[in-house]
C-alpha cells in the first residue's frame, strides 16, 4: 500500500516522533510512503539549527536521516516554512535574508503537494493537531 | 476525484484558522469537491463585526468571502459549537449550512478524506 503522511505538530510535540514510529513501520511492513508533507508548526523540524542536549534524542536528527536513507519525498510547506524562518539558501536569497538554515533532503514546496498525496496516495495519514 | 473535508476547529487569531483557509482554498484550486467544517472555537472565524486590526493582524474576512469564488458551496458550521459560544448563525459572516452531530457523522461518511485543523 501506498501511504503519505503529514504532519501538522512542531518538533517538541510528542505527535512529531509518533508520526516518524509510523512511517518506520509503514516501511518495515513493506509498504511505500509517497510522500512526506509537514504543515503548521512541523515546519521547524526541517531547520539544521537544532541542537539538543546529548543524552536526549535528536527528533530534527531522526527525521532527516530517515528521509535520506530511504530516499523521501520530504515536503515542508513554503509558506508555513516562510512564516516561521525556515528557509533553504535560494529563499534566503530571495527574501534577502542573512542566513540559509535548511536544505536536502528537505524540499520547499506548496500546499498542492498535500493535494495531490490526498488524491494519489491509497491513504493520507495525519498527526498532530 | 476523492471529495474533502475540512474541519476547522482554532479561534480566528489563530494562525492555525488561515492556515486551514488556506488549504481550502489550495484544494479547490485544483478541482478538488471541497467542504469545509467549522467548529470548537473555529466557529468564532465566522462571528461577524470582527476587528482583527486590533490585535494588528489581518482580517480573514477576504479568505472567507474567496471560498463561493474557489467554488467550495459546502460550508457548514456546528450548531452544537455555536450554542454553546452563545451564538446562531445569523451571526455568521456568510451563508453557512449549521449542522447537528448525527449530520456531522453523516459528513464523514460522505467525505472521502477528511482533515481536521
Not at chain 2, 27 to 43: E, H, Q, S, W, Y
Request: glycine content about 6%; proline content about 3%; charged content about 20%.
Amino acid at each position: 500500500m501506498n501511504f503519505a503522511i503529514v504532519l501538522l505538530a512542531g518538533p517538541q510535540d510528542p505527535a512529531a516522533r509518533s508520526a516518524l514510529n509510523f512511517a518506520r513501520a509503514v516501511l518495515d511492513a513493506g509498504h511505500q510512503i509517497s510522500r512526506l508533507f509537514f504543515y503548521r508548526d512541523a515546519v521547524h523540524l526541517a531547520t539544521a539549527l537544532g541542537v539538543q542536549p546529548q543524552d536526549e534524542a535528536d527528533v530534527y536528527a531522526d527525521w532527516r536521516t530517515f528521509i535520506s536513507d530511504n530516499k523521501l519525498d520530504g515536503v515542508i510547506c513554503i509558506a508555513a516554512a516562510l512564516r516561521r524562518g525556515v528557509l533553504n539558501d535560494a529563499e534566503a536569497n530571495r527574501w534577502q535574508r542573512p542566513a540559509a538554515n535548511t536544505g536536502a533532503p528537505w524540499e520547499l514546496s506548496g500546499l498542492g503537494q498535500w493535494v495531490d498525496s490526498l488524491q494519489t496516495a491509497d491513504r493520507t495519514v495525519t498527526f498532530g493537531t | 476525484m476523492k471529495s474533502l473535508l475540512i474541519i476547522t476547529r482554532r479561534p480566528p487569531a489563530h494562525l492555525a484558522a488561515r492556515e486551514a483557509l488556506d488549504m481550502a482554498l489550495a484544494a479547490a484550486a485544483f478541482g478538488v469537491p471541497t467542504g469545509l467544517l467549522f467548529m470548537d472555537d473555529g466557529v468564532l472565524q465566522l462571528s461577524k463585526g470582527q476587528d482583527a486590526g486590533v490585535l494588528q493582524q489581518k482580517s480573514l474576512t477576504a479568505n472567507l468571502e474567496a471560498l463561493d469564488m474557489y467554488g467550495i458551496e459546502d460550508v457548514m458550521v456546528c450548531h452544537h459549537s455555536l450554542r454553546e459560544r452563545g451564538l446562531n448563525v445569523n451571526q455568521c459572516l456568510l451563508a453557512v449550512n449549521c449542522v447537528d452531530s448525527a449530520q456531522i457523522a453523516n459528513l464523514l461518511e460522505h467525505y472521502s478524506e477528511v482533515i481536521s485543523l
